[in-house]
């Protein structure tokens, strides 16, 4: 599953709010397809999460969103609007 995904299936599936363990025994197992390969499931993913219960689709997806693993985000670091004036740069070649 992609995880843009997942935050209709928070949807379709919970009534809101809802504790994280139920979300965990219920979808836990589904795979999450990190964009350039490999997964990890929203059991591991929400086992990183303190949040005990969540409110709405939206906070979930959110709570998602922040605890996926570096395999989902694009380039670590990148910053394609270059140097702030008066900052130092280190000369980076690509």
């Known amino acids: 599953m992609r995880l843009p995904e997942t935050r209709?299936?928070?949807a379709r599936e919970f009534t809101f709010p809802v504790a994280c363990e139920t979300v965990v025994d219920r979808i836990g197992?589904?795979?999450?397809d990190a964009p350039n390969g490999g997964s990890?499931?929203?059991?591991?993913?929400?086992?990183?999460?303190?949040?005990e219960e969540f409110r709405s689709a939206d906070e979930l997806y959110d709570a998602l969103l922040t605890f996926v693993g570096d395999a989902y985000i694009g380039?670590?670091?990148?910053?394609?609007?270059?140097?702030?004036?008066?900052?130092?740069?280190?000369?980076?070649s690509f």
């Open 75 to 92: 380039r670590k670091f990148y910053d394609d609007r270059g140097a702030q004036p008066g900052e130092e740069t280190e000369g980076v």
């Open 8 to 10: 209709d299936l928070f």
């Open 29 to 32: 197992d589904e795979e999450l």
């Open 40 to 51: 990890e499931t929203i059991g591991t993913v929400l086992g990183r999460c303190q949040e």
